[in-house]
T-cell receptor, first 116, second 109 residues
């Protein structure tokens, strides 16, 4: 079974530029998450989808971050404009269950963003 | 909002020694999960605990969920160099998982 795919693996941009990350979850997984992991910290939930609907985006900085999950499969996370403090690894995870009974989260390798 | 703290932040042990990390939530949890993240890697699921007072074992790893469902622990017996990494708990109150601050384990051969 293929795992969660993410791209790009690495991205370096200057502040105020924009960037987009892509995630392809495991086939059939209904719930998809985007987490931000700053070096030395635990993953912080940015947004949670069930199918193509948003379950929780309370921690998403909506003035600069946006995310969508078209057709309930792939998802993209965009940052525009980027700030220095956005430097982090952006982890995508998926789960086969519903948002209220998620079970195990399967993580992708992550996309490492460096903002100069 | 819900907060999940872990102690200690770092732990260095000699190979063969035991290791324990503790996880505490500010709110009662419906369930808790544990993940391991190797250096440079992504979190990998270890186990999920659901019941109050539950204890589960996986070879040298023992996981406990507190009676009040607000705390949990992971104990590793006789650590090996392959146990190196950061261990995270992730607590769920309703539907979303909040990750703890993590405990970074180093094992000295």
């Amino acid at each position: 079974e293929a795992g969660v795919a993410q791209s790009p693996r690495y991205k370096i941009i200057e502040k105020r530029q924009s960037v987009a990350f892509w995630c392809n979850p495991i086939s059939g997984h209904a719930t998809l998450y985007w987490y931000q992991q700053i070096l030395g910290q635990g993953p912080k939930l940015l947004i949670q989808f069930q199918n193509n609907g948003v379950v929780d985006d309370s921690q998403l900085p909506k003035d600069r971050f946006s995310a969508e999950r078209l057709k309930g499969v792939d998802s993209t996370l965009k940052i525009q404009p980027a700030k220095l403090e956005d430097s982090a690894v952006y982890l995508c995870a998926s789960s086969p269950r519903t948002a209220t009974n998620t079970g195990e989260l399967f993580f992708g390798e992550g996309s490492r963003l460096t903002v100069l | 909002g819900q907060q999940v703290m872990q102690i200690p932040q770092y732990q260095h042990v000699q190979e063969g020694e035991d290791f324990t990390t503790y996880c505490n939530s500010s709110t009662t949890l419906s369930n808790i999960q544990w993940y391991k993240q190797r250096p440079g890697g992504h979190p990998v699921f270890l186990i999920q605990l659901v019941k109050s007072g539950e204890v589960k074992k996986q070879k040298r790893l023992t996981f406990q969920f507190g009676e009040a469902k607000k705390n949990s622990s992971l104990h590793i017996t006789a650590t090996q160099t392959t146990d190196v990494g950061t261990y995270f708990c992730a607590g769920s109150g309703t539907y979303k998982y909040i990750f703890g601050t993590g405990t970074r384990l180093k094992v000295l051969a």
